[in-house]
């Protein structure tokens, strides 16, 4: 009887296909897991037309994964970001596994785990965990949750808030654009770094810093996207 009443959950339960998973874990990103997110914001963030999204979002709140009422914004309801948060946290692992034991550039990773985290069993994912140590961190910094869906919060200081004399360990960097990845790698600005900013040029100029013993110009909007954590003023960049 058990059994066959499974049987019945189970086949009520909705299907998430994977572009569902992808709405969900962009509704996330976007509002940093909880603020609601315009509709506007969403179809840019996935590249799709409004007439799309609205029919997406709209089969999302009727299974309960959001809450959204017409021309309104939407947010994710608890069952939406559990999901949301199963798929981010595979998509992190990936990334790590591919870098740490299979040797990816860090600016490979994030193309290569888009296309893989939406087929991670909860074996696999139990796997990749525990050879990875259980890790809180992907390779730029992002948190990786837990498997209950517990997730740290990165720091929401920025490099372009720091002033002249503030030192800073980088602890995020954004894992998106490749080429921008292997700029940053270039200089060393990775996560756990020491950053020092020396100068803030004015009227919106760059800000020049040091990191790992050299100078570097940064442009207020890149630094604008590079998340840190303030140290003891006065500690370099060394």
């Known amino acids: 009887m058990n059994a066959m009443a499974n049987e019945a959950a189970s086949l009520q339960e909705p299907r998430i296909t994977h572009a569902m998973e992808d709405y969900l874990k962009a509704i996330y990103r976007l509002g940093g897991g909880g603020q609601p997110v315009t509709m506007q914001r969403l179809a840019g963030e996935l590249a799709l037309s409004s007439p799309s999204v609205t029919n997406m979002v709209k089969r999302l709140h009727e299974q309960g994964l959001v809450h959204h009422t017409r021309y309104r914004d939407v947010a994710l309801t608890p069952a939406g970001e559990k999901i949301a948060l199963r798929v981010i946290r595979h998509h992190r692992l990936l990334e790590l596994y591919l870098a740490e034991s299979l040797g990816f550039d860090w600016d490979q990773v994030h193309a290569e785990a888009e296309r893989l985290e939406h087929h ?119």
């Not at 991670?120 to 948190?143: I, K």
């Not at 372009?160 to 602890?171: K, M, R």
């Not at 810093?209 to 003891?232: C, S, Y």
């Open 120 to 238: 991670v069993s909860a074996e696999l994912e139990a796997r990749l965990a525990s050879a990875l140590g259980h890790p809180t961190r992907d390779p730029h910094g992002d948190p990786i949750s837990s498997a209950d869906g517990a997730i740290d919060a990165v720091s929401a200081m920025l490099l372009s808030d720091l002033e002249p004399g503030d030192a800073a360990a980088i602890s995020r960097v954004p894992d998106r654009d490749p080429e921008q990845l292997r700029y940053l790698g270039e200089l060393g600005v990775v996560p756990g770094q020491t950053v020092m900013v020396l100068e803030v040029l004015p009227f919106d100029g760059p800000i020049r810093v040091r990191v790992g013993g050299a100078e570097h110009l940064f442009g207020r909007p890149l630094a604008a996207r590079i998340n840190v954590a303030p140290l003891a003023r006065g500690l370099g960049a060394g």
